[in-house]
Structures are given as structure tokens and as C-alpha cells.
């Protein structure tokens, strides 16, 4: 599976590039002298996901930027405001959000409406990027080649509950996220390797 137009900053952090187009996903503490970004994607408002500083730096006043309502609204019009549940199409991208959320704790209500996203490259590869969630049933219905999902356990699903979920919708290439920074460690992507019955790509984290 191709994977090496993706880099991982850490944490959910990731910069993917889609021919000229540079898109990222939930910038933080990222390093120095990146490409300035066309599109950047928030999956909520918590400070490791929505970092104005991280975004300040790869911004342009042609930055697009999407985001669930209460990231999207401090942006104005350079920003598109979506919800859970909905296809969205950004230039030459087809993005399909999808619900985030924990079922037995509470640092992400569903009723905050935060997202994952399916997004679909001009190639045609789908990326799913999960976002901070459990494994919710709206996951079982899920289509994607790359899955990115977290395992670092305490806010998120734990390592094996990512790969359990993994093993139901089948992408092509897991790449677990989430660990290493603010909980998890590298023994929990280990753990989701060890689990998941498909292809599993532990990233370095480019710094």
C-alpha cells in the first residue's frame, strides 16, 4: 500500500501530499520549515488537535481550512464548517466526515458533533483518518485503503480496540496515531501491529 506521501508529526499530526497539494491533518508541535499548507483539516477543538500556534506557521491567506463548527467559526470565511455523517467536495478533494466520539467516557460527546475524515486523493486512495473516538459503531461501515487511528488508551480507544476495529472495516494499511506525547507509548502501536490481521505501518515521527 502506498504510504510515502504520508508524514507523521506525532500525536495525530499528519501532513499528506496529494501531488502539488499539501494537506494537513490536526497540526501540533510540529517542526520547523514545513510546506505551507492548501488545506488543513481539525477534527476538534482540544489543544493537541487545534493548536493556532502549529496552524499560524503553515497557514496562507489561500489556506483552506475545515473544521466542526466550534474550530471553523474563529476562522471566517477561509474556513468550511461541517458536520458528522456528511460528503463534502474542497477543490479537487471528496471529503466524508465522520463521527468521533467516546462511548464510556467523556472527553468527546457525540453531542459536540467532532469528526473523522474519509478523505478521497486525487488518485483515488482514501484516507481515514479517525480523529479522537472509541470504537463506535458508525466505524463498522467505514471504506478506506490507509486508516489513521488512535491508541494511546485514556481519551481514545486503547491499541487493542483499534486494532479490533481495524479488523472489522479492513484497510489496506493501519497506521496507528495518538501514543507517544500526551498518553500512549510505542509498546501501544506495537500492541495494535500485534492484533490487527492486515498490514500495519508504525511511523517515525518526522521532527
Not at 137 to 166: F, N, R
Amino acid at each position: 500500500m502506498e504510504h510515502k506521501q504520508i508524514h507523521w508529526m506525532g500525536q495525530s499530526a499528519f501532513r499528506i501530499q496529494d501531488g502539488a497539494v499539501q494537506i494537513y491533518i490536526d497540526p501540533y508541535e510540529l517542526p520547523a520549515n514545513l510546506p505551507k499548507a492548501d488545506i488543513i483539516f481539525i477534527t476538534h477543538a482540544h489543544y493537541d488537535h487545534y493548536s493556532m500556534e502549529d496552524i499560524a506557521r503553515i497557514k496562507t491567506e489561500h489556506t483552506i481550512i475545515i473544521a466542526p463548527n466550534d474550530v471553523a467559526s474563529k476562522f471566517g470565511t477561509s474556513a468550511v464548517a461541517v458536520v458528522p455523517g456528511k460528503t463534502y467536495t474542497v477543490g479537487k478533494l471528496k471529503i466524508t466526515t465522520v463521527p468521533a466520539y467516546n462511548l464510556d467516557k467523556k472527553f468527546h460527546p457525540k453531542e459536540n458533533k467532532w469528526v473523522g475524515y474519509i478523505i478521497t486523493l486525487s488518485n483515488g486512495q482514501k484516507i481515514y483518518h479517525a480523529g479522537d473516538t472509541d470504537f463506535i459503531p458508525e466505524m463498522k461501515s467505514i471504506v478506506a485503503d490507509i486508516a489513521m487511528l488512535p491508541c494511546g488508551g485514556t481519551y481514545t480507544m486503547t491499541a487493542k480496540q483499534a486494532a479490533e476495529a481495524a479488523n472489522v472495516f479492513k484497510p489496506k494499511l493501519l497506521i496507528p496515531m495518538h501514543y507517544g506525547s500526551v498518553v500512549g507509548s510505542n509498546a501501544d502501536a506495537d500492541t495494535v501491529k500485534k492484533f490487527f490481521i492486515g498490514e500495519t505501518k508504525i511511523m517515525i515521527r518526522e521532527k
